[in-house]
């Protein structure tokens, strides 16, 4: 079985809200979100390590810190932004479609460098029910949102626990042994969303007659 993992607020009066721009080493700004095209990164061509920069929307004071951390930019949408706990945890699962990038966050009264930006290196576009899933496109037929997702989990690879599923949508799909790892962690700030079953197949029901 499998869930989706939300870019959500867990208590939006409690925990810190990074809103802001991002930056690469060579002070250029990221204007498409390169952690969603489900590739693997050279850190050199991507200008890493990375600075982001919060604008005065973001909530930071008297907030308590969370291991996975809300967090959108507004040139490149969201960031997958993680403790250095989190980090050590995937990394010691030995989850290898996994990259971690250093930030370094700024902001007024505010700053981290201990945080990791998480970069998933699968993206399975084929695992999506199309015809199950309530999906809006645009007219080129690329996918604009996804309001409900159905997958073909027969077209998982069984070594991959975490993956994208389009390079439009911040979705995050876990299997639910990686679900259940991450909340005997007690890791904060993971919010899970089962996904609807595919449907069953009848194996005894007659075709219809056409």
Do not use: W
């Not at 932004?81 to 990259?99: E, H, T, Y």
């Amino acid at each position: 079985m499998y869930y989706k993992l939300y870019n959500l607020l867990v208590d939006g009066d409690k925990h810190p809200i990074l809103e802001g721009s991002i930056y690469n080493q060579k002070q250029k700004i990221l204007e498409d979100n390169i952690f969603l095209i489900g590739e693997h990164l050279d850190k050199k061509e991507v200008g890493s390590n990375f600075t982001i920069i919060l604008d005065r929307t973001s909530k930071t004071k008297g907030r308590k810190e969370l291991d996975k951390t809300y967090c959108t930019m507004s040139n490149c949408g969201a960031l997958f932004l993680v403790s250095k706990q989190s980090a050590d945890f995937f990394n010691n699962l030995k989850i290898d479609n996994l990259q971690f990038f250093d930030v370094e966050i700024k902001g007024a009264n505010y700053e981290k460098s201990d945080q990791k930006i998480v970069n998933i290196t699968s993206i399975l576009p084929e695992a999506i029910n199309r015809e199950l899933s309530k999906i809006d496109y645009f007219d080129d037929g690329d996918i604009q949102r996804i309001n409900s997702l159905v997958l073909y989990e027969d077209k998982i690879p069984p070594n991959v626990s975490i993956f994208l599923v389009d390079p439009l949508e911040s979705i995050i799909i876990v299997h639910e042994k990686l679900k259940e790892a991450i909340e005997r962690e007690n890791l904060s700030g993971f919010l899970f969303e089962s996904l609807l079953p595919p449907p069953k197949r009848n194996l005894f029901a007659r075709p219809k007659k056409i």
